[in-house]
């Protein structure tokens, strides 16, 4: 038997990620208890998320008791650091208790019918003899590293080198005991912890050896499966655009085509949500009815109110992956601990047809340069921080027109898609229309403009307009810049849509400068559009602060 003779589980409805630490272990004084350490099953169970990715430890380090894999404090009797102090206590405190975090975890889950995939990371830029190198690298760093000296990449050099045959049989042998000592429902392949797998120049010559080695999980999960009456699924966490992939030697499209994943999540590069542009459409071809595609979106959000994505960001760029056949959301890092909104979020997440007819706001994002992986940004270890080249990007930036400057006797346009069904909503009577809002940068009030959506004008007397003189966007920056200010005189021109403007798929924002106020040199931009498109949803009263309405007899 190979264990594909066993019934694949139903595709996940909605995927989260933990990584074990910033949200579990770096959070609890010792001693922990048993409650404390099922806590992320327990935040997790309500809620639409059917399945949990569960990180194995940081690096190369486990929190588990791993017998082929360095487990925190081997070899380590002083700590430098609290919160990996803590870590090292956390592990200590569940041998004590007779039970490590890994298998209350998975065991939790099971008993309360939530999955759990546990999530290694494939690589490592830990140094040799440093509290996060891994066993192998301890021993045999010279020999299973990449050994690349780059000013631009310091951290490349004490990755591990997949072209070398131990490294391969060192990942296996960790997935070999977590599928079968720990009884995981799946696993999941991490490739976006530290994207580098092969020296410079030498990726693509070796991306079958990639191939060979996640043909070789499959092949281990098959017969792990079989023997413990099982289907064992197997994921793969990569970059969401195609190109960015192969760069690396990961030839996703042949997993995909020879069956040796179940489920491949597309996690994007950029730092700013957009449901208005993410195209995940390459994977989801290449998957056909084979696998399941999930895409794990940006943390971030260029907008004048809020830091991070809103339940109704959230739910516009859930319809643009559904519209494009995508299986689900991969979630992970909400704000913690879990409060009303969050719960929402992963509420609702899993099931597209109920937010389908639910309000939604899209937001234009603007441009981004140099793309780093956020997790990278995050893992700084004991390396410099560097100037990036041009040069050294993996992916491709957003093809994105804002901040547009005006222009007098011209036209700016700004094109974004839409992925409500809105003729459907309009024709059961459930549209209500949308409101679009457009921010300008420095706009002069005295300029003469016309502004046209879909080539229907939009007077300027029929704006609600507001300004603010100096508008401060609360966004936090990482890494790859935001080609737009973070602070501004702004104002904004907000038009009620009705249910005929606004349409499914491409529209088109134009702003014509008829004259520009002469006196008025300064430069003028579109610095953003957001649109909420609007349904007959049951809400509760919100003037006058009522909280609710009685019933009536």
Known sequence: ????????????RLIYYQDAHH?????????????????????????GVDTLAFGLGYGDVYFHESKTGRVVGDQQETWDSFIDWRIMRLVESSRELGI?????????????GLRVFPSLKLQSCDRPGSDRCGKLKWESANEVCLLEKDVH????EWCYDYAHPAVRQSKLDLLAEVMEDYAADGIELDFMFVPKYFRSGEEECHSDLMNSFVSDVRRLANEIGARQGRYIAVGARVFHQREANLKLGLDVETWLRDGSVDIVIGQMSEQLLDATSVNVKWLVDAAGSHAGIYVRPPRRIYHEEVGMPTGEMFRAFGQAVSRQGGDGLYLGYLKWPFDRDEYQILREMAHPEVYERKNKRYV??????GLVFEELLDYQGDYPKVERRKEDEITNPPDRNLPVELLEKETARAVFVISDDLESANRDGELRGAVISIRFAELCVEDTIEIRLNDEVLPPEDAEITDQSELWMPLKSRGSPVEASLQMPACWFRYNLGTDILQEGENVLEVEVMAFEKTAGFTRSINGVEIRTQYAEFERPQDFNVRRVAPSN
Not at 1 to 12: C, N, S
Not at 364 to 369: A, V
């Open 100 to 112: 490590d975090q890994l298998r209350s975890v998975i065991d939790h889950g099971k008993a309360d």
């Open 1 to 12: 038997m190979t264990g594909l003779e066993f019934e694949r589980p139903a595709l996940p």
């Open 364 to 369: 234009l994002q603007p441009r981004e340069s």
């Open 23 to 47: 949200f579990h272990a770096k959070r609890l004084d010792p001693p922990v208890s048993l409650s404390k350490l099922r806590w992320p099953i327990d935040e997790l169970l309500g809620t």
């Open 153 to 156: 990449h310091p951290r490349y």
